[in-house]
């Protein structure tokens, strides 16, 4: 098991609650003697008490097993930290805002690092009207294709999932977005940085 299940780290998130051996012991209904195991690293929870073990030390189970300092305490309200998450086995598309310790299907997710939209991966951007018409030249097949566009503001985040059957397009309200994003099933995600000026009526951005 790895350093969140046992040892010092327990020690670090019980002091962090200003909790005592004595009250940790208390709310598993184990003796102090069992905490300071743990925390001595002569022993280990046993699997029926990580779930309580995570409640009582407020974090959750998935960050209690993996093992990854990570606090799903996403308090900023600034999209643009935003990170995606997709699921390899169903598609799922999840964004969080920060850090933070994401699983689908029994997957542990890596968030997505963004690369610069260039090549087949170019983001092309037009304003018609009160919105960016964004699309991209790309394949929409079922093994090659881009699954979901994303334009994100400091205050906002419109995403559109995508379908091989469908075309590399969407379209998105104005309000402020800086960052349009577009991920490829093959090649992950990429981002363009959009440049605030309002073109002509159908002009590109």
């Known amino acids: 098991m790895n350093s969140y299940v046992t040892g010092a780290v327990i020690r670090n998130l019980r002091e962090g609650k200003k909790l005592t051996q ?4 208390e709310k598993l209904y184990v003796s102090s003697k069992t905490v300071s ?3 001595t690293g002569k022993g280990y929870p046993d699997i029926s008490l990580l779930e309580p073990l995570a409640r009582a030390l407020d974090i959750s189970l998935i960050e ?3 093992g990854d ?3 799903n305490g996403n308090r900023s309200a600034n999209m643009l930290k935003s990170k995606f998450y997709v699921c390899p086995v169903c598609g799922n598309v999840i964004r969080t805002i920060g850090e933070a310790v994401v699983s689908c299907c029994g997957i542990m997710l890596p968030p997505l690092e963004p690369e610069a939209a260039e090549g087949e991966h170019e983001i092309k951007v037009e304003v018609v009207e009160d919105e ?3 699309y991209l030249l ?7 294709h881009i699954s979901f566009l ?3 503001s400091g205050q906002d985040m419109q995403l559109r999932k995508l379908y091989p059957e469908g075309g590399a397009e969407a379209r998105f309200k104005l309000g402020g977005v800086k960052d349009l994003y577009a991920c490829c099933n093959h090649h992950g995600l990429f981002r363009l940085r959009v440049q605030h000026r309002r073109p002509s009526r159908g ?3």
Request: net charge neutral; no cysteine.
């Open 22 to 25: 004595e009250e940790l012991a």
């Open 37 to 39: 195991k743990w925390e």
């Open 64 to 66: 209690l097993v993996s």
């Open 69 to 71: 300092a990570i606090r």
């Open 132 to 134: 960016y018409y964004v």
């Open 138 to 144: 790309h394949p929409m097949t079922r093994t090659h």
């Open 150 to 152: 994303a334009a994100v």
């Open 203 to 205: 002009g590109n951005v």
